[in-house]
């Protein structure tokens, strides 16, 4: 049964780069997209891209100017980097594993990472 | 970006009674939509795919409806561990959409 375990920095400051990592635990790492999501109580759910094992990326439009994910096939990690934050980026940050269909059908624990001065 | 639209928001009801919930996509999706339920704390489960496919070991209580633009999620003899916050997505075209939840509360 697949796992995925995240860390990160909680706390960030307007203008600092988040920085966040997913580790997947078991199933297959080369048949699935990596994603990251955010939630927030006011705007619900919101893809922010996803990335596969050969490191091809798509990333929402709305946040395609500050984000850039990386991979690491060795250890079965994705990464999220998300620069110039503000503390509209104030949100739970959740790692998830998508189906090619783009079902996501495995998530992590979540991170509530906050921006503030 | 496909908009997703629930309602409704929040929706009393108790156990042993039948809810539907309501999707709706800005333009067609054919029947690309998914149903998540999250519980407080923990992340989203995925129920239904494809708009009327039961995810495995999802209890047949659970089933969705619909295609193109409006859809439905139905639970029937409402348990109590139902009581939770449903989201759709949208997975017929990039940038994947969800809607904003419909909470589902005693």
């Known amino acids: 049964q697949v796992q995925l375990q995240q860390w990160g920095a909680g706390l960030l400051k307007p203008s600092e780069t988040l920085s966040l990592t997913c580790a997947v635990y078991?199933?297959?790492?080369?048949?699935?997209?990596w994603s990251w999501i955010r939630q927030t109580p006011g705007k619900g759910l919101e893809w922010i891209g996803e990335?596969?094992?050969?490191?091809?990326?798509y990333y929402s439009p709305s946040l395609r100017s500050r984000v850039t994910m990386s991979v690491d096939t060795s250890k079965n990690q994705f990464s999220l980097n998300l620069n110039s934050v503000t503390a509209a980026d104030t949100a739970l940050y959740l790692c998830?594993?998508?189906?090619?269909?783009?079902?996501?059908?495995?998530w992590g624990q979540g991170i509530l990472v906050t921006v503030s001065s | 970006d496909i908009q997703m639209t629930q309602s409704p928001s929040t929706l009393t009801a108790s156990v042993g009674d039948r809810v539907t919930i309501t999707c709706r996509a800005s333009?067609?999706?054919?029947?690309?939509l998914a149903w998540y339920q999250q519980k407080p704390g923990k992340a989203p489960i995925l129920v239904i795919n494809?708009?009327?496919t039961l995810e495995s070991g999802v209890p047949s209580r659970f089933s969705g409806s619909g295609s193109g633009t409006e859809f439905t999620l139905t639970i029937t003899t409402l348990q109590p561990d139902d009581f939770a916050t449903y989201y759709c997505?949208?997975?017929?075209?990039?940038?994947?959409?969800f809607g904003q939840g419909t909470k589902v509360e005693i």
């Open positions: 998830a594993r998508s189906r090619p269909e783009r079902l996501f059908d495995s």
């Open positions: 078991g199933g297959s790492f080369s048949d699935y997209y």
């Open positions: 990335i596969n094992h050969s490191g091809s990326t």
């Open positions: 333009q067609t999706i054919t029947r690309w």
């Open positions: 494809k708009a009327s």
């Open positions: 997505q949208q997975y017929k075209s990039f940038p994947w959409t």
